[in-house]
């Protein structure tokens, strides 16, 4: 995989490793360490999966800088509009939510050195900043990203290695709930933290001449990283601290606090990873945003920048205290479009005949002589069992959801 692909991999972790991985412990630990790892490996497959039949839309539909289009050939012009519907609810309750836990991050870190701003100036300042990044374009967010997730993986190192040797299996092994229902529920916050998928259709456009074998692997490794992340944090905070413990913590502070006691460190490193995990997060999700602008209305950088940071920011502003409210809210949507949007794409694109959908990019490919092979010849494995499976997963989440 070259420094490109490997970028892109990167965008798809940092995407999906947000802050909300540090609650994870607080959801699993009462479960044990066997129900807490099959239900994170049933997760991780069924999104997987489905962001591979969104990776096959994008490759046969003949790509795009966002769903727009891919909806738009795939599905028509009512695939099209609820796609955009689901797809703007979705990019801008993560937005706002970002924008409300980077602004609360931003406004103490620069309190610490002595400046002061209000809520509302750490978060215009922040969006401002950050969204101008993102507007310099994908491979800078690809550059940056790097350096980004370099340090985040530097930081969980840290984390690891001092909890690791005070790690008790007896904690491990103790299970103190055994309700399958409660555990089901942890679904829909497990399910969130592997939302990755909307950077797919940037990142497909991004690597135009990967062949659909890298791009296949960029995904797949790309989850594998969030993936192992999970697992390695929910086993070291379980280690460390009592179910009964973990019961008790009303918040991801109070986690941070309590494994603190005995590791000076963690909660300054951990601090710093929550800071990026956030800003990878932004980036990631405001990169797609950026795109299905640019995809759909075909504006200049300038006023692109303003209408995608816009509306998030004012929602922001507006509900500065909801951050796990918005972050509920963006769940339910990303059902539908990380499960039942690309399975539909898929559906329709198997069926279509493929030089009627891709016609120009085959030739492209031909003409080129790259070593790729046409679009028409990439499909997800699994056949229609597979695709069944992926149907019966997202209507799992969603009676997960609605529980």
């Known amino acids: 995989m070259n420094l490109k692909l490997l970028g892109s991999s990167l965008i798809i972790a940092g995407t999906a490793l947000g802050a909300g991985m540090l609650a994870i412990p607080m959801v699993l630990a009462q479960f044990g360490w066997l129900w807490g ?3 994170m490996l049933f997760i991780w497959m069924g999104t997987t999966y489905a962001a591979l039949l969104l990776l096959e839309a994008s490759i046969k539909s003949g790509g795009g800088m966002g769903m727009n289009s891919i909806a738009r050939k795939t599905l028509g012009k009512g695939g099209q509009f609820v796609t955009n519907g689901l797809l703007y609810a ?3 309750c993560l937005l706002m939510a970002y924008i409300i836990g980077a602004g609360d991050l931003v406004r103490k870190v620069l309190s610490g050195i002595g400046l002061e701003l209000s809520m509302v100036q750490s978060q215009i300042a922040f969006t401002l900043l950050a969204g101008a990044v993102v507007a310099a374009g994908t491979a800078v967010i690809d550059k940056l990203n790097r350096v980004l997730f370099a340090v985040m993986v530097i930081m969980l190192a840290v984390t690891l290695m001092s909890l690791v040797p005070t790690l008790s299996l007896e904690n491990l092994l103790v299970a103190s709930s055994s309700d399958k229902v409660a555990l089901v529920k942890t679904s829909s916050v497990l399910f969130t933290s592997f939302g990755f998928m909307v950077v797919i259709p940037s990142l497909v456009s991004y690597n135009q001449e990967a062949t659909h074998r890298q791009l296949r692997n960029m995904v797949i490794f790309g989850s594998l990283i969030p993936l192992f992340s999970y697992l390695l944090w929910l086993y070291a905070a379980m280690g460390n601290l009592t179910p009964a413990q973990m019961g008790t913590f009303a918040n991801v502070s109070e ?10 460190t963690i909660s300054a490193v951990l601090s710093v990873f929550t ?17 299905q602008n640019v995809d759909t209305f075909q504006k200049n950088r300038a006023v692109t920048y303003v209408m995608t940071f816009i509306f998030p920011l004012m929602g922001a502003l507006w509900a500065a205290d909801q951050f796990l409210a918005v ?4 769940g339910i949507i990303l059902v539908f479009l990380a499960v039942f949007v690309p399975m539909a794409m898929t559906l329709k694109v198997r069926r279509a005949p493929a030089l009627s959908i891709n016609t120009s990019a085959s030739q492209a490919v031909a003409a080129e002589g790259t070593q790729a092979v046409v679009a028409e010849d990439y499909q997800a494995a699994g056949g229609h069992l597979a695709m069944a499976m992926s149907f019966a997963f997202g209507c799992f989440l969603l009676a997960a959801e609605l529980i």
Do not use: E
């Open 275 to 291: 800071g990026l995990a956030l800003l990878t997060s932004f980036l990631g999700v405001a990169m797609a945003l950026f795109d």
């Open 327 to 330: 972050l509920g809210y963006a």
């Open 255 to 264: 986690l941070i606090a309590a494994l603190g006691t005995n590791h000076g």
């Open 37 to 39: 790892t099959l239900m």
């Open 90 to 92: 979705l990019l801008v």
